[in-house]
């Protein structure tokens, strides 16, 4: 099984809301990355978790809040988010002890309204 | 991680080979050079990475100069379905290490 699955694919959330994006994988990967990509734009990072801690954080604002309660999952909390917050996201993992391929998810795309 | 600088897009016809270069001049030894390709809208997909050798698969060929201040990306037969913004990374491996997307090149396959 190579496949990173996210959830939601769609999401729509008012600026008050609170909502999370889920990303699972079960390759055994102990690296998993968040990435935000802006219509036209490369995807950009936000967070690294190497073994389940935090250990890249691309100065991304604290209403952006990852968690990776195990090796297998990763979330994004999102809260008072703005409508430029609108993007894809995106999630990815690889194996961090080698240096092969990250694989990526299919991404959450989210509106904010 | 090493920046790369590629053209913003290309085009080539179909069935023929398409190169896409990528310079990474300030790539360190420890540090891969890796292609990833993203059609409209889908996830990033891996192609092919490589140290310093050629590398070949069934997707594609990757030629890194001796120097290893540039790369190539060779797809041999391009199809219409290869058409995508392809990003050439640099990454060494590691716990605490950055896959860092530069502008990539868009590549347009005309029948």
């Known amino acids: 099984d190579t496949e990173v699955t996210q959830t939601p694919k769609h999401l729509v959330m008012g600026m008050t809301n609170k909502k999370s994006l889920k990303c699972e994988q079960h390759?055994?990967?102990?690296?998993m990355y968040w990435y935000k990509q802006k219509a036209k734009k490369p995807p950009e990072l936000m967070f690294v978790?190497?073994?389940?801690?935090?250990?890249i954080n691309e100065s991304v604002p604290s209403r952006f809040s990852p968690e990776c309660p195990n090796s297998s999952l990763l979330n994004l909390h999102l809260h008072a988010l703005q409508p430029e917050d609108s993007a894809l996201y995106l999630c990815?993992?690889?194996?961090?002890?080698?240096?092969?391929?990250?694989?990526f998810g299919q991404g959450t795309r989210l509106t904010v309204v | 991680d090493a920046k790369t600088t590629q053209p913003p897009s290309m085009d080539c016809a179909e069935g023929r080979a398409a190169n896409l270069p990528c310079n990474h001049s300030?790539?360190?030894?420890?540090?891969?050079v890796y292609w990833y390709r993203q059609i409209h809208s889908q996830g990033p997909q891996y192609i092919i990475h490589?140290?310093?050798n050629n590398e070949t698969n069934e997707m594609a060929s990757l030629i890194i100069t001796e120097d290893r201040k540039s790369s190539t990306l060779i797809l041999p037969h391009a199809t219409l379905r290869d058409t995508a913004v392809y990003y050439c990374?640099?990454?060494?491996?590691?716990?605490?290490?950055?896959?860092?997307f530069g502008k990539g090149i868009t590549l347009s396959v005309r029948p």
């Open positions: 990815a993992s690889r194996d961090p002890s080698l240096n092969t391929e990250a694989f």
């Open positions: 390759m055994g990967h102990r690296a």
């Open positions: 978790y190497s073994y389940e801690k935090l250990s």
């Open positions: 300030t790539i360190s030894g420890n540090e891969y």
């Open positions: 490589g140290l310093k």
């Open positions: 990374i640099v990454s060494r491996g590691g716990a605490n290490s950055k896959l860092t």
